[in-house]
């Protein structure tokens, strides 16, 4: 990284910086010591900071040139008590065009003409009064750089006292001034609605979906905007995208779209008593009428019951990889799940976590009772308690016998020495991290056998010797 941001014509699309101690961290300091030893500013244009107090986010914002910074995000603040004072005096502030500011409620009075200059802007204020609302309206007017704010409180005017302070026309009015021959949403054919359907985000087309039963039967039709979904129960990863299954009921609908096709499905359960969470998952997906068309299948610290529901509910064929993180089942528990097509006709496999490496614990299984069941798999990552000489003979004889496979990665608490498994495969080669390569008789292919003490695994991959 150090290399990178040294390059002198380095630029940024997006910065995030999260920092999720209270305590000052090591790494935080070190990297302000790095970029405040660089002999220019850096250039970026959007600076996203999370979980940071104030004089942290002021030292990182420093680093990067005013003017090529054009957005700056923060929010999730260990310290509630955020003074903005300090950051309006910097040019990286005045020069900016968008800011966002999340989780922290700001006195309108004391700090709106601080976001006077911004093209766009997105706070949390105390109070609006009508005081406030002309204010708004006297600067938005001279600025002729602006284009949206939104301004989230708890205590606004009335709709009706906004309106006739600012002097906006009634609804009444406004029809009667209407050109009744313009056409409206509703003149437009079918098609064209469809069109607009698709280009709208995920949520949207979810709440339009509770419209109408006609806008439901278009929005079933076209193809939801998404190519990910996370349903979750107390998810603290905020890097995640995850809509929350309980607090967001509104957007499960999207699922009885029959077209809808995800890249990845996440399901994850952080909450300690999920027993009612996975009938609430379970009922949802066996009011299905239809097979989740789903790439990848993550399930973290789901229960068995609420596994195999997830599972028959993806359509066999479409569904190519399996992620299974945390200890809420046991490795025997897995033979329930061997007989389905799901399991048979995935390529690949993943017991060793999650992908956002939330440390959840792992699955150990046993080699002699389980190994068999991972044998159709192309990739796979498990882990064993222990694999003998007479274990690795079994893998070779295996995977070269299996020419879809090509790689897996395997770790044992306890396993044999390098030169023990070279001698027993009868492997050649000797160098780094390879214990040796194995020719698989009558064929092109390698078995390359590789181990990593440092990291307590080891991998073995098949691929073509092209020389």
Same mark, same amino acid.
């Given at each position: 990284m150090k290399i990178l941001l040294r390059n002198p014509r380095l630029r940024l699309n997006c910065l995030l910086y999260i920092e999720r101690k209270v305590k000052p961290s090591e790494n935080y300091h070190e990297l302000i010591e790095f970029l405040n030893s660089l002999d220019r500013q850096l250039e970026i244009t959007v600076l996203a900071m999370r979980y940071m107090d104030e004089m942290k986010m002021i030292a990182l914002m420093k680093a990067f040139k005013p003017g090529t910074l054009e957005e700056i995000m923060f929010s999730d603040y260990p310290n509630k008590l955020v003074d903005i004072d300090d950051f309006v005096k910097m040019d990286q502030w005045k020069q900016a065009k968008r800011v966002t500011i999340e989780r922290l409620s700001l006195d309108f009075s004391s700090h709106f003409h601080h976001f006077h200059h911004f093209e766009q802007f997105k706070i949390n204020v105390e109070s609006i009064t009508l005081d406030d609302m002309l204010a708004m309206k006297k600067v938005f007017s001279e600025n002729s750089n602006f284009k949206s704010c939104i301004l989230r409180t708890e205590r606004l005017p009335s709709p009706t006292a906004i309106n006739k302070a600012l002097d906006y026309p009634m609804a009444e009015n406004l029809l009667a001034n209407a050109n009744m021959n313009q056409k409206t949403f509703y003149d437009l054919s079918i098609d064209i609605i469809e069109n607009i359907v698709e280009y709208l985000d995920y949520k949207s087309q979810c709440r339009l979906r509770k419209v109408s039963r006609g806008f439901r039967n278009i929005v079933d039709r076209v193809k939801p905007s998404v190519d990910g979904l996370a349903l979750c129960f107390n998810l603290g990863n905020p890097s995640v995208p995850v809509i929350d299954f309980r607090r967001n009921l509104k957007y499960r609908?999207?699922?009885?779209?029959?077209?809808?096709? !995800? $890249?990845?499905?996440?399901? @994850?359960?952080?909450?300690?008593?999920?027993?009612?969470?996975?009938?609430?998952? %379970?009922?949802? &997906?066996?009011?299905?009428?239809?097979?989740?068309?789903?790439?990848?299948l993550i399930m973290i610290k789901i229960r068995m019951n609420a596994m195999i529901a997830l599972l028959k509910a993806a359509k066999p064929g479409t569904l190519e990889e399996i992620r299974i993180g945390g200890r809420l089942i046991k490795?025997?528990?897995?033979?329930?799940?061997?007989? !389905? $097509?799901?399991?048979?006709? @995935?390529?690949?496999?993943?017991?060793?976590?999650?992908?956002?490496?939330?440390? %959840?614990?792992? &699955?150990?299984?046993?080699?002699?009772?389980?190994?068999?069941?991972?044998?159709?798999?192309?990739?796979?990552?498990?882990?064993?308690?222990?694999?003998?000489?007479?274990?690795?003979?079994?893998?070779?004889?295996?995977?070269?016998?299996n020419a879809n496979f090509k790689y897996c990665r395997i770790t044992a608490k306890n396993k044999p020495s390098r030169k023990e498994i070279r001698e027993a495969l009868g492997l050649s080669n000797n160098h780094s991290s390879v214990i040796g390569l194995y020719k698989i008789p009558n064929s092109n292919d390698i078995l390359k056998f590789a181990i990593y003490d440092s990291l307590g695994y080891f991998a073995v991959k098949r691929y073509t010797d092209t020389n």
């Open positions: 609908p999207g699922f009885y779209s029959q077209i809808l096709r !995800l $890249d990845y499905f996440l399901c @994850a359960d952080h909450e300690r008593k999920p027993s009612e969470n996975d009938l609430e998952l %379970i009922e949802l &997906l066996n009011s299905l009428n239809h097979q989740l068309k789903i790439n990848k490795p025997d528990d897995i033979t329930r799940f061997i007989d !389905l $097509d799901q399991w048979k006709e @995935a390529k690949r496999l993943d017991t060793d976590g999650d992908p956002w490496s939330i440390p %959840i614990g792992r &699955l150990s299984f046993d080699f002699s009772r389980h190994f068999h069941y991972f044998n159709h798999f192309e990739r796979f990552r498990t882990n064993f308690e222990v694999i003998t000489l007479d274990d690795m003979l079994e893998i070779k004889k295996i995977f070269s016998e």
